[in-house]
């Protein structure tokens, strides 16, 4: 009696866990394919879209572009195991992506990275011919200092010789320091030399 009462009770509890443990299983089947099929729906696109901007595409109205598509995908070795509602979808996906792929397409992007390109070698070469000026531009500044020393030497020995010359001179010194007065004639500024002797 007791065998068959808890036989009850576990057939009941099985009827009940059963079809819930089935939903669930059901749900958790459900999403792995949704995620399969997204992943090879994406694989799929990212080839048609690089067809696409590989300018393998002509046709300009919607079905026959979706068809074209299809049947590439078709052939494609990679995708051959796929559903042809994934290939549909894919090809869907690209259709309505074509003039994103005629921006991007592969001559632009190659015509825009050898423009970048250029544009790069020009800042390079620009800041060769900046450090080149750097450069000219200390030795300039380090010759202006040479130059200004040097300068400053010149004085310094002129000036000297002039102190020297004036000692030697004191009368020369005397007139070139004596203020000039008005009206006093050219001629009495003039200092008389005695004649030379000659040495005997």
Do not use: C
């Amino acid at each position: 009696m007791f065998i068959q009462i808890g036989l009850t009770t576990l057939i009941l509890m099985l009827a009940f866990y059963l079809p819930a443990n089935a939903r669930m299983m059901a749900l958790e089947n459900n999403h792995r394919k949704f995620a399969l099929n997204m992943h090879d729906i994406a694989d799929a696109y990212q080839m048609a879209h690089a067809a696409d901007r590989g300018g393998l595409f002509m046709m300009s109205s919607e079905f026959d572009a979706v068809k074209e598509r299809m049947g590439f995908l078709r052939q494609h070795p990679d995708l051959q195991s796929l559903e042809p509602e994934i290939l549909e979808l894919a090809a869907q996906m690209s259709q309505i992506s074509q003039e994103l792929a005629r921006t991007y397409g592969d001559a632009q992007v190659e015509r825009a990275r050898m423009f970048l390109q250029q544009r790069q070698e020009e800042i390079e070469l620009f800041q060769q011919r900046l450090e080149e000026a750097q450069v000219i531009q200390n030795e300039l500044r380090q010759w202006t200092r040479d130059v200004e020393m040097e300068e400053t030497i010149a004085r310094s020995q002129l000036t000297r010789l002039r102190d020297e010359l004036f000692e030697l001179l004191p009368e020369l010194s005397t007139q070139l320091h004596t203020p000039r007065n008005n009206g006093a004639s050219k001629a009495s500024s003039v200092v008389a030399m005695s004649p030379l002797r000659p040495a005997e």
